[in-house]
T-cell receptor, first 114, second 113 residues
C-alpha cells in the first residue's frame, strides 16, 4: 500500500463546476496535510494546508480532512480553465529519530473544459 | 522579496561526471530539502537538512550527497552521474519542522547521457 494515494486522472470537469480531488494516507499519526498545484513544466505551488478535522476554506478552494477515515480532499468551486493542472497531495509524517518529512502522492491531473 | 532559487535550470552531462546543483533561499529557513520528480513516481525525497552542519538521507539518497555550511544554501552533488539520475530536481525549504510548510524552487532539469 502506498503511503499517500491519489487517483491519477485525468479528472475532467466543465467550466464553472465543482472539482473534487481526493487523497488517502496510511500513517494514522500524520498531523498536517497539504495541497500543491503543479502546472506542466513548473514547480509545485502550495494552495492550502490543513491540520484539523473538518473543512478549511480559502476563496474558491476548500480542503477537507477526516483523520478517522484517513482521507483529505480538495474542492475547487467555479472551476476555471486556469485551474487545469496536476494537484499533489502531501502528508507530513514523522520520521525515525525525530523530525518530519512530506510524503507526496503521484498527483491528480485536472482538466477544466470550456 | 524572499525566495528560493535553483541553478542551473537545465543541465546536460555525461555518465560518470560529478555534478552539483545549487539551491539558495533567502527566507532564513532552517529546513531545506531536495526532491526528484519522475513520471509515475511523483516527488521523492533525496536528502534534507534541519540546520547548519545537519544532513539526513531521504528515500532515494544513493549516489547523491549534500552539505550545509550556512543557512541559505544546500547544494546537491551527484558523485558519478548515471543515466538513472536523469530527472527534474526540486529544492524546497520550510521554517518549522512541526508544520513543515514547504516552498519550492523552480527546479533543475538534468539529463545524463
Amino acid at each position: 500500500q502506498k503511503e499517500v494515494e491519489q487517483n491519477s486522472g485525468p479528472l475532467s470537469v466543465p467550466e464553472g463546476a465543482i472539482a473534487s480531488l481526493n487523497c488517502t494516507y496510511s500513517d494514522r499519526g500524520s498531523q498536517s496535510f497539504f495541497w500543491y498545484r503543479q502546472y506542466s513544466g513548473k514547480s509545485p505551488e502550495l494552495i492550502m494546508f490543513i491540520y484539523s478535522n473538518g473543512d478549511k476554506e480559502d476563496g474558491r478552494f476548500t480542503a477537507q480532512l477526516n483523520k478517522a477515515s484517513q482521507y483529505v480532499s480538495l474542492l475547487i468551486r467555479d472551476s476555471q480553465p486556469s485551474d487545469s493542472a496536476t494537484y499533489l497531495c502531501a502528508v507530513n509524517m514523522m520520521v525515525t529519530g525525530g523530525g518530519n518529512k512530506l510524503t507526496f502522492g503521484t498527483g491528480t491531473q485536472l482538466k477544466v473544459e470550456l | 522579496d524572499a525566495e528560493i532559487t535553483q541553478s542551473p535550470r537545465h543541465k546536460i552531462t555525461e555518465t560518470g561526471r560529478q555534478v552539483t546543483l545549487a539551491c539558495h533561499q533567502t527566507w532564513n529557513h532552517n529546513n531545506m530539502f531536495w526532491y526528484r520528480q519522475d513520471l509515475g513516481h511523483g516527488l521523492r525525497l533525496i536528502h534534507y537538512s534541519y540546520g547548519v552542519q545537519d544532513t539526513n538521507k531521504g528515500e532515494v539518497s544513493d549516489g547523491y550527497s549534500v552539505s550545509r555550511s550556512n543557512t541559505e544554501d544546500l547544494p546537491l552533488t551527484l558523485e558519478s552521474a548515471a543515466s538513472s539520475q536523469t530527472s527534474v530536481y526540486f529544492c524546497a525549504s520550510s521554517e518549522s519542522r512541526g508544520m513543515n510548510i514547504q516552498y519550492f524552487g523552480a527546479g533543475t532539469r538534468l539529463s545524463v547521457l
